[in-house]
Structure formats: C-alpha cells, structure tokens
C-alpha cells in the first residue's frame, strides 16, 4: 500500500523558510516510498471561507488533493506566534476529510515555533486527525546559508519527519481504514461509515 503525503505551504513569500523545508519533507518522504504533492497557498488562492457555501476552481483543486492525500505535512509561518492566516483559512474548510489522518508540522520562527505548531494540532485535533509529536521549526538565515541551503542539523531532522511521516502515516492510515470498514462499534472510526 502506497501512503499519499499532501504539503501544505502557507507562507506567501516568493522566497519562504517554510516552503523550502516542508519541499525537502516531502522528497523524504518520497525517498520512503510515499507518493506527494506540494499545495501551495500562495499559488492556489482560496477564497475566504464561509459557512454558506462557496464555489472556485481553485477550491475544486484543493478540495482534491486534500481527498487524495493519506497523510499532511502542514507548514507555516510563525505570525504573531500564530499560524499564517492562509493556514487557519484552508483547515476551516475541512474537517471530515482529516479524520484518521496523520499530521506532520513545520514553521519559519524566529521563537521555535512552538506556538505555532501547538495552534495547527488543536485544529487538526478537532477534525480526528493525528498528530506527530513533533515538528521541526527553522530561523530564517541562523539556519540557512546564503544560497539558501538548509544547515546540516535542520537536514537530519527534515530527513526524520519525511521517514517518520511516511511511517507512522502508513500505519494509522490502515488502521482507520480497516475500522471504518470493519464492524466494531468501540472505534471513533465507527461514525465515519
Ligand atoms: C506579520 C508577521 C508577523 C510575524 N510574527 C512573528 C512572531 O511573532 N514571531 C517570530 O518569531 N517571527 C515572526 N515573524 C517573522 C516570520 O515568522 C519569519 O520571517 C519567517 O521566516 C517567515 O516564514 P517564511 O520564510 O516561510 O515566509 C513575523 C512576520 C510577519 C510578516
């Protein structure tokens, strides 16, 4: 079984911190065997959101690599020790489809990030969606050098976080799968049937 991996790039730089790291996320995650595609906000613009209903082509798009995907890598821009704004606009329109999904987190900081990451997972959370323990979180040129390459450190974590997605998506994937096919009614998996 192949695990699909969708990035989520939210900075709106042509130039992020974020979006070259979540990149390298996904060939990781790649190198372990996952399929991938890169969704970028800044690109794909997503109306603001609604709860009366909103139709656009690039909603269309984004709605289907978000049904496509097995697995998130989720990366964002630390803005006021928040995620971008761009960011808390694409998770309000979905939410049954992060059931039973795996989450992974980058951020750009110049703090770690933390703030950040903790506000995606509390989203993520309330959709059913799992979330790896832990994110990595870049400071701008302290960790990039001046062509722009990530530093040895920041590497092997991203290295990690690809494999690990890859991994553990994997397996909750299947998981949530077989219960939402399966028969037992002592899962939360059980309501998505
Ligand atoms: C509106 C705004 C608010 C920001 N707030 C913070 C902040 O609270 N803490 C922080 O560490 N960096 C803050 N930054 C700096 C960005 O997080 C930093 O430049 C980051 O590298 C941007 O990510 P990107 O390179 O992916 O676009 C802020 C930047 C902007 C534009």
Same mark, same amino acid.
């Given at each position: 079984m192949s695990l699909n991996v969708l990035g989520v790039a939210s900075s709106m730089r042509n130039v992020s911190y974020s979006t070259k790291i979540l990149q390298d996320a996904l060939d990781s995650a790649k190198q372990h065997g !996952? =399929? #991938?595609? $890169?969704? %970028? @906000? /800044? *690109? #794909? /613009? $997503?109306? @603001?959101? %609604?709860? =009366?209903g909103i139709s656009s082509p690039e909603l269309d798009k984004v709605t289907d690599d978000v049904k496509w995907a097995d697995a998130y890598i989720l990366a964002s821009p630390d803005y006021h020790g928040s995620m971008s704004g761009t960011m808390k606009n694409f998770l309000d329109y979905f939410w049954t489809e992060f059931a039973g999904k795996t989450f992974g987190y980058v951020c750009a900081s110049h703090e770690k990030g933390l703030t950040v990451m903790d506000q995606m997972r509390t989203a993520v959370r309330q959709c059913y969606g799992w979330s790896m323990p832990y994110g990595v979180s870049v400071n701008s040129d302290l960790d990039f *050098? %001046?062509?722009g390459n990530p530093s040895e450190q920041v590497k092997?974590?991203? /290295? #990690? @976080?690809?494999?690990d997605i890859a991994a553990y998506g994997k397996v909750i994937s299947k998981q949530f799968k077989d219960d939402v096919t399966g028969n037992d009614t002592d899962t939360f998996a !059980?309501?998505?049937?």
């Open positions: !996952a =399929e #991938t595609r $890169l969704l %970028s @906000l /800044k *690109d #794909t /613009k $997503l109306p @603001l959101y %609604s709860p =009366e *050098d %001046s062509n092997s974590r991203i /290295k #990690t @976080l690809g494999r !059980a309501r998505y049937r």
